[in-house]
């Protein structure tokens, strides 16, 4: 757009020109001296730009031109760039010189010299705007330095100053981490000379830097990255000395655990979880002990079913947890049961709550006080090939009992029939069962006789009166796994399962 401008005002020029004619035949004495024309009254150059104009003149000459002389004036003095005494138009000469320009130019001079020998004069001012350098970054501090062993650490502020002499564009700023970089925000500015910087960044764990980049007005960039120097500790090692804490509802329980930390140990906090809820129950502080054994005691309730571990070196967020399981005033045990195939083999098909251990069909008809004993049966189904498994009942459910046959008798022999309960508990959580939670999910489901069940099921149960284990009582059992097939008879199974019994009170 400046060059077309510039070349509307140089038409301008030689149109303002009264005289054009080139014929030099018949000088007349009385001509004028040459007239020199620069389109502008300063040409403007800038250094830091690759697209500055050149030196533009026409000279008009009434007697015709003999030479033309131009001249560079520096801070250094005027020397000679150029003379042309060979005309196209002696009469119009346009002039367009690329100059290379410098720092210390001041001015482009003219000089033209007609037939007649007049000498006419021209000076075209040259303002230069020298070469301006990048925009300078300082960081203060120099480095940022985050140590976690420091018995206070404070994070250090992030400051910068940047100086622009071109003025600045625009700033960006990004956080560098072992991560990559994100962005922190950036400013457009207006030829600000000068932006300052001063902010809070919790720099962390992984962070490396903290880039800064700086444009001016030229586009030239200058990148700076301040080093952030975040020295860690490791976090302190708990070792939890039991995966499994099986005690009764207000009894000191102990929690062993040992401790090591690097930074030292400042506090052990302990709490129950109860149906998800964490209740504190325990907070012990230390005075930075390195390596620790520590046993302390607590009490627990029916409901709780972990514990939860807390151990801090005085560093926030700096913390390591564990959890331990816990049954508390309650019976959990793992069993092995067979199908009715297996009713007086190892590792038999019958039940005992009481017992927690399964009996053979001659153990469970011997006696009145060992049908009482008889809870659950196991039992393998086929119909037309397709094998289901079920909980039964002692009682003659389905007529099956003829089917648990022994070396002096069958099952169909009870002298007692415990009345056992079953509920299929679709949504309830086995890991975190307590007596309330076992309770509230039992009271809402429809019980029988018989429960249909596959690996993975949970079955909650309710004892019978005459049950041994005592009349009443509620538990859940939950289907581990299922045999293949024995041999050849696909109904001889062995079921793996787990009792969860809340201990009768």
Same mark, same amino acid.
């Given at each position: ?61 009434? !007697?015709?031109?003999?030479?033309? &002389?131009? @001249? #560079?004036?520096? %801070?250094?003095?005027? +020397?000679?760039?150029?003379? $042309? =005494? ?20 001041? !001015?482009?001079?003219?000089?033209? &010299?007609? @037939? #007649?020998?007049? %000498?006419?004069?021209? +000076?075209?001012?040259?303002? $230069? =705007? ?32 940047? %100086? ?29 000379k000068i932006f300052e910087y001063d902010e809070l960044i919790e720099y962390k764990e992984g962070d490396k830097g903290f880039k800064v980049k700086a444009e001016d007005i030229y586009g030239n960039i200058t990148i700076s990255t301040l080093q952030v120097s975040y020295k860690t500790v490791p976090v302190p090692v708990l070792t939890l000395g039991k995966e499994l ?261």
């Amino acid at each position: 757009m400046i060059r077309k401008i510039y070349t509307l005002l140089m038409l301008g020029l030689c149109l303002g020109f009264a005289a054009c004619s080139d014929d030099n035949d018949g000088l007349d004495p009385n001509s004028a001296a040459p007239v020199i024309k620069f389109p502008m009254e300063q040409l403007d150059v800038d250094l830091n730009k690759v697209d500055n104009l050149p030196v533009v003149a026409v000279i008009k000459s009434q !007697a015709g031109l003999q030479s033309v &002389t131009m @001249k #560079l004036q520096t %801070v250094e003095g005027v +020397t000679e760039y150029k003379t $042309v =005494t060979e005309f196209f138009n002696p009469n119009s000469y346009s002039l367009s010189e690329n100059l290379e320009y410098n720092a210390n130019y001041e !001015a482009f001079i003219i000089e033209a &010299t007609d @037939k #007649l020998n007049h %000498v006419t004069s021209g +000076t075209l001012p040259i303002a $230069v =705007t020298d070469v301006m350098a990048r925009p300078v970054i300082t960081f203060d501090p120099e480095e940022i330095i985050y140590d976690e062993m420091d018995e206070n650490p404070v994070m250090p502020r992030t400051t910068f100053k940047i %100086v622009s002499e071109a003025g600045l564009k625009k700033v960006e700023r990004f956080l560098v981490s072992v991560d990559g970089q994100t962005s922190k925000g950036g400013d457009v500015l207006n030829g600000d000379k000068i932006f300052e910087y001063d902010e809070l960044i919790e720099y962390k764990e992984g962070d490396k830097g903290f880039k800064v980049k700086a444009e001016d007005i030229y586009g030239n960039i200058t990148i700076s990255t301040l080093q952030v120097s975040y020295k860690t500790v490791p976090v302190p090692v708990l070792t939890l000395g039991k995966e499994l804490i099986t005690t009764d509802e207000g009894v000191d329980t102990e929690v062993p655990m040992h401790i090591e930390s690097v930074r030292g140990i400042r506090e052990v906090v302990i709490y129950r979880i109860e149906k998800g809820i964490e209740t504190e129950i325990l907070r012990k502080g230390f005075s930075g002990d390195k390596n620790l054994d520590y046993n302390p005691k607590v009490q627990l309730t029916e409901e709780t079913s972990q514990i939860k571990i807390v151990v801090s070196d005085g560093r926030e967020g700096k913390d390591v947890n564990g959890t331990v399981k816990t049954y508390v005033s309650m019976e959990v045990v793992d069993l092995q049961v067979g199908s009715q195939k297996m009713a007086n083999a190892e590792p038999f098909a019958l039940i005992s709550l009481k017992d927690m251990k399964t009996y053979s069909v001659d153990e469970a008809i011997v006696s009145e006080e060992s049908a009482k004993n008889i809870d659950i049966k196991f039992y393998a189904a086929s119909n037309s090939g397709v094998i289901t498994f079920r909980l039964y009942s002692p009682e003659n459910v389905d007529g099956k009992n003829g089917e648990y046959a022994g070396s002096t008798g069958k099952l169909t022999a009870l002298k007692k029939m415990n009345m056992t309960r079953f509920a299929k508990l679709s949504n309830f959580d086995y890991e975190q069962a307590t007596r309330s939670s076992i309770e509230e999910e039992f009271g809402k489901a429809t019980t029988a006789a018989r429960a249909d069940v596959n690996v993975g099921d949970i079955i909650g149960f309710k004892t019978g009166g005459s049950s041994s284990a005592g009349g009443g009582r509620i538990g859940v059992i939950k289907i581990v796994d299922i045999s293949d097939k024995m041999g050849t008879d696909a109904t001889k199974r062995i079921a793996t399962v787990e009792i969860k019994f809340p201990k009768q009170k």
